[in-house]
């Protein structure tokens, strides 16, 4: 797997992650972050690139600095 997948999904899974345990739906984080269902759902899979004013916006939504999206998860 190349290192630009491996960010994606690394991104992608974060932003799953933190709106799982914020208990947000999909639609939900569509509505409030003003972006397209469809496009979320690419990235969270990591299957689309994302803006920085996009993770920003799910960010805001999520209350998560978007620096956090590219931090790998701590095993607990």
Known sequence: MRTSDQLLKLVG??????RKEK??????????ADLNID???KVERGLMNIS??????IGK???VSPHQ???PPRNK
Request: zero cysteines.
């Open 39 to 41: 496009f979320i759902s």
């Open 23 to 32: 208990g947000i739906s999909l639609e939900k984080l569509s509505d409030l």
């Open 69 to 71: 999206f590219l931090t």
């Open 52 to 57: 920085i004013v996009s993770l920003h916006k």
């Open 61 to 63: 939504v999520l209350g």
């Open 13 to 18: 899974g974060n932003i799953r992650r933190y």
